[in-house]
């Protein structure tokens, strides 16, 4: 079945070390985007990516990184100079970026820090 | 800038009850779309609905109607005859261009339970 596959649903990190997100999208889609969810504070948006080896800042991108290696995948990097990585993490994917393109979502990986 | 504000954080209905989530928004732009998506348990955003600036018609499916009101900013959702699979978050998001490249704001999100 086309899909996006987050992995792995749930993750823990101790403070100081780097963590990567994976991203999986088998739609065929061009864009893809990585968003943050915290209580209260709905979805923010980090990285996004409009085509292969291209991708751009979203809202709160520092203390993240990403790469688009391969049209399918996206993975984020979570590093230590973000100051506050416990979250819901959502990957996000839509053949195109234009205003009336609906996004198509992984099932999400919770990452917290001990 | 653009901004979704879903003022509703927590909404309880008994089942069969009619309950409208509100979403109001701002943007300086003449062409954006409005989305609303729902989040369940399972975690990962499921699109319910599409509509653009320059279409206020209402729309029904099934139980879901969205009534898009431009004069005074707002897409509401209401779920008729509630059922408790509807129990779920629920974003509305705002897609309009920001800088010159489209930009999506999602709202905080109505976290509604309907109790049995």
């Known amino acids: 079945d086309g899909g996006i596959t987050q992995s792995p649903k749930y993750l823990f990190r101790k403070e100081g070390q780097n963590v990567t997100l994976s991203c999986e999208q088998n739609?065929?889609?061009?864009?893809m985007y990585w968003y943050r969810q915290d209580p209260g504070q709905g979805l923010r948006l980090i990285y996004y990516s409009q085509i292969v080896n291209d991708f751009q800042k979203g809202d709160i991108a520092e203390g993240y990184s990403v790469s688009r290696e391969k049209k399918e995948s996206f993975p984020l990097t979570v590093t230590s100079a973000q100051k506050n990585p416990t979250a819901f993490y959502l990957c996000?994917?839509?053949?195109?970026?234009?205003?009336?393109?609906?996004?198509?979502f992984g099932q999400g990986t919770r990452l917290t820090v001990v | 800038a653009q901004k979704v504000t879903q003022a509703q954080t927590e909404i309880s209905v008994v089942e069969k009850e009619d309950v409208t989530l509100d979403c109001v928004y701002e943007t300086r732009d003449t062409t954006y779309y409005l989305f609303w998506y729902k989040q369940p348990p399972s975690g990962e955003l499921v699109f319910l609905i599409r509509?653009?600036?320059?279409?206020?018609q209402n729309e029904i499916s099934g139980r879901y109607s969205w009534n898009f009101q431009k004069s005074t900013s707002s897409f509401n959702f209401t779920i008729t005859a509630s059922q408790v699979v509807d129990s779920a978050v629920y974003f509305c998001?705002?897609?309009?261009?920001?800088?010159?490249?489209?930009?999506?704001?999602f709202g905080t999100g109505t976290k509604l339970q309907v109790i049995p």
């Open positions: 739609l065929n889609h061009d864009a």
């Open positions: 996000a994917s839509s053949p195109i970026t234009q205003l009336n393109t609906e996004a198509f």
């Open positions: 509509r653009n600036s320059f279409d206020e």
């Open positions: 998001a705002l897609s309009g261009n920001s800088g010159g490249y489209q930009k999506v704001t």
